[in-house]
């Protein structure tokens, strides 16, 4: 069991930068992917940025170039986001992936504004 919380959203001006944050309550588990997700209202949620089990870090098209994923410590994952546009607004969820269970956090607000 596994429990996340995100936190950094916030307001935003377009071409800025915002981190968010995910925090669990122990070390992610060596062997699940860990991952961002985002979902705006009367849109089905999409994968923003993703680390797989075996390491590697894969983007949306929509936002290579502009955010990043990286694991800070045992247990906080990072998404760092810059150039940010208007169409980044949503609500952005980070999960931890296992073949068990999907764990998720419940998430926190991105807007950019322009």
């Known amino acids: 069991q596994i429990q996340l919380v995100e936190s950094g959203g916030g307001s935003v001006q377009a071409g800025g930068s915002l981190n968010v944050s995910c925090v669990a309550s122990r070390s992610f588990f060596n062997n699940c992917g860990m991952g961002w997700y985002r979902q705006v209202p009367g849109k089905a949620r999409e994968m923003v940025a993703k680390i797989s089990s075996e390491g590697l870090a894969s983007y949306a098209d929509s936002v290579k170039g502009r955010f990043t994923i990286s694991q800070s410590n045992a247990n906080t994952l990072i998404l760092q986001m810059s150039s940010l546009k208007i169409e980044d607004t949503a609500w952005y969820s980070c999960?931890?992936?296992?073949?068990?269970?999907?764990?998720w956090g419940r998430g926190t607000q991105v807007t950019v504004s322009s």
């Open positions: 999960a931890v992936l296992c073949n068990w269970m999907d764990y």
